[in-house]
């Protein structure tokens, strides 16, 4: 019995470790959940280890997501996304990047661009 435990122990220690090592995304910029007054020219992912998109997309107030393209040709812990020309509205940026141990991670940011001269959440 004793023997059963340290192994199923041992067992969840290593999967626990597996878990951790893939990469996460860390930051991102303009942040999850924002509101900006001045739309951005682009999204910048900050991963916790060095990642590569495979691919990018952007949708406008539940649109349907556009192809982002002129993406990063690189691995890097920081990647900087280029962003089109932005209107007010509710934007969905996803993801999809290939981490150092070839795992596929998928990924989204939301925000909102203010139409001019609207207040901000911090003018409220």
């Not at 951005?40 to 393209?69: G, H, M, Y």
């Not at 999809?96 to 409220?124: C, K, M, N, Y």
């Amino acid at each position: 019995m004793k023997r059963l435990t340290i192994l199923t122990a041992l067992v969840l220690v290593a999967s626990m470790t597996v878990a951790w090592a893939h990469a996460h995304l860390r930051t991102a910029v303009p942040a999850d959940g924002s509101v900006v007054t001045t739309p951005p020219s682009r999204v910048v992912l900050r991963f916790s280890e060095a990642a590569r998109l495979t691919a990018a997309w952007i949708a406008r107030n539940d649109a349907t997501p556009r192809k982002l393209q002129a993406l990063p040709d690189r691995s890097a812990v920081e990647l900087a996304l280029p962003l089109p020309a932005l209107a007010p509205g509710r934007y969905v940026v996803s993801w999809r990047a290939l981490s150092a141990d070839d795992h596929i991670l998928p990924g989204r940011i939301r925000f909102t661009v203010l139409p001019p001269g609207a207040a901000g959440p911090s003018s409220r």
